[in-house]
């Protein structure tokens, strides 16, 4: 195999695909390969089928590409489709190639349906893309199975979700907890007590979730991601049930999270009034980057214009 910087663009665009279509040929023969195994009573046989089996993956390893130096998030001409049947088939994101550095508050805009949950779900690796790569910190998502893609983002990432995704039978106080023992190294205690006052939550500290305003909910899934400190902060959407005043303060408590962790912020909204306090702008439409580029101007969360 040449040396992946001998490869011009077009053939490594042909790897690019190439490793996905490997992968899913690899997949079928590793289904078929575990049922020859699991059928086969010689155990002499079987070990040579499960010799085999592993032989096959090694072989279907192709290079792996480092990520660019002084990046957190690389991704090169990312396709993505979600097919409803064999013929039936929507295609979500239509080449996506970006870089984030770290420390950076990305704003990532787009109308809805434009494809921004999708593209970050892909960068933590909650859903596969179909081509492409995809590499966060010093991995390849390609490469990873579920339980590294699990402990990969138990270790490095944390969200604030669209939905607030609080877990129903713990109170705030047990939700926010959570964060800390996500945390991958605990070095310090947090103080739970100290979030929640800087939520303005102590006085729902033994309220369960369903016993909250949607705003509220919203900032217990904020006081989460605080108490894990994670490497990147996903926030999709994390002021959309909330008004003026309420959405402001979730802003000003996440750009906090970036100023005193130094944490990669990536924000996804539809309101391109927040563009103003990000310090790279991303926006997307129908699937594609449709704008790239850095802000000069950074405002203040007062000065975001809410509507
Ligand atoms: N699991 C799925 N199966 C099929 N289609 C899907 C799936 N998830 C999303 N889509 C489609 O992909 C497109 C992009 O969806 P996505 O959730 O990424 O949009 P979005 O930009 O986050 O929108 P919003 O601002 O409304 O949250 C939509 O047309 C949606 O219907
Ligand atoms: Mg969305």
């Known amino acids: 195999m040449e040396n992946n910087d001998q490869l011009n663009k077009n053939q490594k665009e042909d790897v690019g695909k190439l490793r996905h279509l490997i992968k899913d040929q690899i997949k079928k023969e590793k289904k078929e390969y575990k049922k020859l195994i699991s059928e086969e009573i010689d155990s002499k046989k079987k070990k040579e089928l499960k010799k085999e089996a592993k032989n096959l993956f090694k072989f279907g390893k192709l290079p792996e ?5 002084g990046y957190v998030i690389e991704l090169k001409d990312v396709q993505k489709y979600y097919f409803m049947s064999k013929n039936n088939y929507e295609h979500i994101l239509k080449g996506i190639n970006l870089k984030i550095r770290p420390g950076e508050v990305v704003i990532i805009l787009g109308m809805s349906g434009s494809g921004k949950t999708t593209l970050l779900n892909i960068i933590s690796g909650l859903t596969n893309f179909n081509e492409g790569s995809v590499r966060v910190l010093d991995r390849d998502l390609f490469y990873l199975n579920e339980n590294k893609k699990t402990k990969f983002r138990a270790d490095h990432i944390a969200f604030v979700f669209q939905s607030y995704n609080l877990i129903q039978s713990l109170t705030v106080s047990e ?14 205690k947090i103080d739970v007590n100290e979030i929640l006052n800087s939520l303005d939550l102590l006085e729902q500290k033994h309220k369960y979730p369903f016993q ?16 894990k400190n994670p490497t990147i902060l996903f926030a999709d959407e994390p002021t959309g049930a909330l008004d003026e005043e309420k959405g402001k303060e979730a802003i000003r408590m996440i750009l906090n999270i970036n100023k005193i962790f130094k944490t990669t912020l990536i924000i996804v909204t539809h309101n391109p009034n927040f563009a103003t306090v990000g310090d790279h702008i991303i926006r997307i439409k129908n699937g594609e980057i449709i704008e790239d580029y850095y802000n000069q101007n950074k405002v203040s969360v007062n000065d975001i214009k809410w509507t």
């Open 65 to 69: 590409e480092k990520i660019d130096p």
């Open 212 to 227: 909250l305003s949607g705003g509220q909910q919203q900032r217990v899934s904020i006081g989460r991601a605080l108490a």
């Open 175 to 188: 939700n926010i907890k959570i964060g800390e023992n996500l945390r991958p190294k605990i070095k310090e």
